[in-house]
């Protein structure tokens, strides 16, 4: 990874090096949420551990808003991978995509040099400007957000004017509609108003219509994509696929978002319209888990039938991570989801380490996957490797970190439904109730193997980023000795 932008085979193609440097930073930040989520992990146990010099809320606002921005640079990557692959034309303006990288790149250090060493202001408008927002995932300050959304625009015209000149496939169609309307929701997250629940009104069409709506559709385009070039799978049949998920994830995500508005004051028709709408959600997961696997076998037994018994896929480490995705997103959104999205369940489950499960297995499981399985087609790419297979350390790297994170998801579903029973159900949700479920044994525990599956995760991620270091020159030396 670290050579794979000097190589040879993206010499003339800058829309490709970019995208290796847009994967470089996302590994960095990924690093870095995994090291704050240990941190904060540890202070559930050791509640004195760092005080007033790094609090818990500080490491857990590092930890959520470097797992939004690693995730970010990650997507952009992966279009401007995909962008001249798909249209068939070299990146329009790729110059100002590049600049628009280092501006970018050096507003996050900053921001992220403010959280860390300045953390908190007085509750003026300075403090927004220059310090947070205080708003859960999007804390980018004022100043770093309007930067953002000026990269964005530059980010949207290398894609937009691409398409608009090049080939017209049916992904980058979605990919450029669907871009345009998560670009479009941050800035529903950038004004402010003194009235909390208004405040939490808008802030829910950025984080639920980006991860149940906007990001779906995203990552729907990404599977279409990797597989057309992992198995050969038909473009016309992904791209049907494509249209009915597209259909499916609007249908059930936009209303869906009713589910997060039983609690912040907002009329209660939200939560017929919430719990209907949310309720479907978990189906067009369904579907793209299907889809995955009914592609996959199809083209291997094609394969079959034509006397070829080698595999179709040309990419272990990106398949393994794409399959990965296709069944963790199912899981973590839509079982741990559909889990706590009626009204009735969410009086008891509303806010304990439930949603915490909940909100790790999705986030993994829908997203960090497929994520990195982009980062492995990269690698593949820049080194000009016709297959390239896992190694040794990229299987220990999946196997660590699916287990560790299905681990802590397990720990905090064990947490969450003990704070259910004793906190909720028994002790009425009161202040001393919420005090009383955090003494208790299955809570501790829950919290203590939150913390070792924690680190497991992170010894997986030291292997992950070793395998993406060495898998492509690796490859490329065992490519030169075949031939
Ligand atoms: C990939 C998609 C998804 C991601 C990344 C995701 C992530 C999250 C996160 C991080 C939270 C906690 C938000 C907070 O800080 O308060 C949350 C809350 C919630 N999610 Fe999801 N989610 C996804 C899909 C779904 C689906 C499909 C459903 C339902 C079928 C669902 C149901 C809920 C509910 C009901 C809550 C509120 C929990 C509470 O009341 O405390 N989510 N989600
Ligand atoms: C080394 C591994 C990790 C550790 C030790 C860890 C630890 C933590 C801790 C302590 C919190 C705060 C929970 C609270 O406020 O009660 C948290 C929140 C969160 N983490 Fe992690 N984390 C890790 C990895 C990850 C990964 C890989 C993801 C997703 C890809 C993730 C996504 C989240 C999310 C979405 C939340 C907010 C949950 C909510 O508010 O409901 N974390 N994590
Ligand atoms: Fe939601």
Redesign the pocket.
């Known amino acids: 990874m670290l050579t794979s932008i000097k190589t040879n085979e993206f010499a003339g193609d800058k829309s490709r090096k970019l995208a290796m440097m847009y994967f470089r930073v996302a590994i960095i930040l990924f690093g870095a949420?995994?090291l704050m989520?240990?941190i904060?992990?540890i202070q559930?146990l050791v509640p004195g551990f760092l005080f007033e010099l790094f609090d818990f809320s500080v490491a857990?606002m590092v930890?959520?808003n470097a797992?939004i921005v690693w995730m970010l640079y990650a997507m952009i990557g992966s279009v401007y991978y995909m962008l001249p692959d798909e249209t068939e034309r070299e990146t329009s303006f790729i110059g100002l995509g590049i600049l628009g990288f280092w501006v970018l790149t050096a507003a996050v250090t900053v921001v992220v040099l403010v959280y860390i060493f300045v953390q908190v202001g007085a509750g003026t408008e300075a403090s927004i400007w220059l310090i947070h927002e205080g708003r859960e995932y999007i804390e980018a300050p004022r100043w770093a957000d309007i930067g953002i959304v000026v990269v964005v625009l530059v980010f949207y015209a290398n894609v937009f004017f691409t398409y608009l000149k090049g080939r017209q496939t049916g992904i980058m169609t979605v990919m450029v509609a669907n871009l345009l309307a998560l670009a479009g929701l941050y800035l529903t997250g950038m004004f402010f108003t003194d009235n909390i629940s208004m405040d939490q009104f808008w802030w829910w069409w950025v984080i639920h219509l980006w991860v149940e709506a906007t990001w779906e559709v995203f990552v729907g385009t990404l599977a279409a994509y990797a597989l057309i070039k992992i198995i050969g799978a038909k473009r016309e049949i992904v791209e049907m696929w494509l249209w009915i998920e597209v259909l499916m994830l609007f249908g059930s995500g936009v209303l869906g978002m009713g589910h997060h508005y039983f609690w912040i004051g907002t009329p209660e028709y939200w939560w017929e319209i919430g719990a209907l709408f949310s309720a479907l959600e978990p189906v067009p997961l369904v579907a793209m888990f299907v889809h995955v696997l009914y592609d996959w076998g199809k083209e291997q037994g094609i394969a079959k039938a034509e006397g070829k018994d080698a595999t179709v896929i040309n990419n272990g480490s990106a398949m393994a991570w794409i399959v990965m995705n296709a069944f963790g997103n199912f899981l973590g959104a839509g079982i741990w989801g559909f889990f706590h999205t009626l009204p009735q369940v969410n009086i008891y489950t509303h806010g304990t380490?439930f949603?915490?499960a909940h909100?790790?297995l999705a986030?993994?499981g829908a997203y960090?996957t497929i994520l990195i399985g982009m980062m492995y087609m990269g690698i593949q790419g820049a080194y000009g490797i016709k297959r390239m297979k896992a190694t040794f350390n990229g299987k220990m790297a999946m196997f660590l970190i699916a287990f560790g994170?299905m681990g802590?998801g397990i720990a905090l579903t064990i947490a969450g439904y003990e704070q259910v029973l004793v906190e909720r159900a028994e002790l009425g949700a009161g202040w001393n109730a919420f005090f009383a479920a955090q003494e208790l044994p299955w809570f501790i525990q829950g919290m203590m193997w939150?913390?070792i599956m924690?680190v497991v995760?992170?010894v997986g991620f030291i292997y992950l980023v070793w395998d993406l270091i060495t898998i492509g020159g690796k490859a490329q030396k065992a490519q030169a000795a075949e031939a």
């Open positions: 949420q995994l989520g240990l904060a992990a559930f857990r930890h959520l797992l380490q949603t915490a909100g790790h986030f993994f960090a994170v802590m939150r913390a924690g995760t992170f």
